[in-house]
């Protein structure tokens, strides 16, 4: 079992910043991956970035090329998504996620087993 918390979320005006952090427990060394997805209410999980555990290799949805950056401080075992130039249309629930697969092939919520409680994030005036 690996068990995600996740911490950060909040209250940001739009052009905003948050960092999201999420700390990893258990079984991590099955971790091969670890992603950001985002729900918004009514709509499909929706992947945002995703961050290589060992190698630190990244990866990004489009939507939020340029804007988000996702990391890793391997020793803590925690996993951040740095968030910049925040929309209001990016308000949602985000979570973070473990899994076992490659990065390349991480982009869909059905790649991973475990996930955090999620954090939420509002952006308005």
């Known amino acids: 079992q690996v068990q995600l918390v996740e911490s950060g979320g909040g209250l940001v005006q739009p052009g905003g910043s948050l960092r999201l952090s999420c700390a990893a427990s258990?079984?991590?060394?099955?971790?091969?991956?670890m992603g950001w997805f985002r729900q918004a209410p009514g709509k499909e999980r929706e992947f945002v970035a995703a961050v290589e555990w060992r190698s630190g290799s990244t990866n990004y949805a489009d939507s939020v090329m340029g804007r988000f950056t996702v990391s890793k401080e391997y020793a803590k075992n925690t996993v951040y998504l740095q968030m910049n130039s925040l929309k209001p249309e990016e308000t949602a629930v985000y979570s973070c996620a473990a899994s076992a697969d490659d990065i390349r092939i991480a982009t869909h919520p059905s790649r991973y087993n475990y996930w955090g409680q999620g954090t939420q994030v509002t952006v308005s005036l």
């Open positions: 258990g079984r991590t060394f099955t971790t091969y991956t």
